[in-house]
């Protein structure tokens, strides 16, 4: 499944991180603000030249300084993305030649986007790439590719069938007493992915094999 601290789990547990670009991110911000800062300078001795009508006045492209701040910005921000690009593509080249079935949620990102607590998770972990990658790879590997309805994944325990209802997203494990005491809210909600996907692909005519 998708998740927002990891990037993937999987059914048996093992979980795969989104990548970090808090370091770019910080260089950015710092860039941003010289470019800013630098930028307003500009436009003010700009101005100045204006008000007193210099025979030759200065303008924005005369000044190089606040040109380096962008170029330094837009290298941070370039730096990131290539990273998680490359990032992405080792993890789902590394998921699809390990397994001959892949069950995944059909998440509406562009929904999920609307929400400020959610946006920056979703965009980081870059859900949509990791997809896009999952779905051309399994084609080029002859993989199969199962896309699931989400619903009470997380709600379901994928045990005994309980519905435990609507959680807060800052709730990662709950308990279950009847079946087991503690389970991972994500670990949980792979597994039920899992179902889904046995349960789609049954309807094809196919057989998934689980470990």
């Not at 998740?3 to 260089?27: Q, R, T, V």
């Not at 597994?191 to 046995?198: D, E, Q």
Request: hydrophobic share 35%; proline share 2%; aromatic share 8%.
């Amino acid at each position: 499944m998708l998740a927002w601290a990891d990037l993937a789990i999987l059914s048996n547990g093992l979980k795969y991180p989104s990548f970090n670009s808090s370091y770019f991110e910080k260089k950015a911000k710092i860039w941003q603000k010289k470019y800013s800062r630098r930028r307003h300078l500009v436009k003010l001795l700009v101005l100045q030249d204006r008000n007193k009508r210099v025979l030759c006045p200065r303008s924005l492209e005369s000044f190089t300084n606040w040109q380096k701040a962008q170029k330094s910005k837009a290298k941070c921000q370039a730096k990131a993305a290539n990273q998680r690009r490359d990032y992405l593509h080792k993890l789902t080249t590394h998921l699809v030649k390990q397994y001959d079935v892949i069950a995944i949620e059909d998440l509406k990102t562009k929904n999920l986007q609307k929400n400020h607590h959610l946006a920056k998770s979703i965009a980081n972990a870059s859900w949509r790439m990791f997809r896009q990658m999952l779905e051309y790879k399994c084609e080029w590997y002859g993989k199969k590719l199962i896309a699931v309805d989400p619903k009470n994944t997380s709600r379901i325990c994928s045990k005994c069938g309980y519905n435990s209802g609507a959680k807060p997203l800052e709730i990662r494990e709950w308990t279950r007493s009847k079946c087991q005491p503690k389970q991972d809210r994500d670990i949980n909600a792979a597994v039920n992915i899992l179902h889904k996907g046995s349960t789609k692909l049954s309807g094809q005519g196919l057989a998934m094999v689980t470990s």
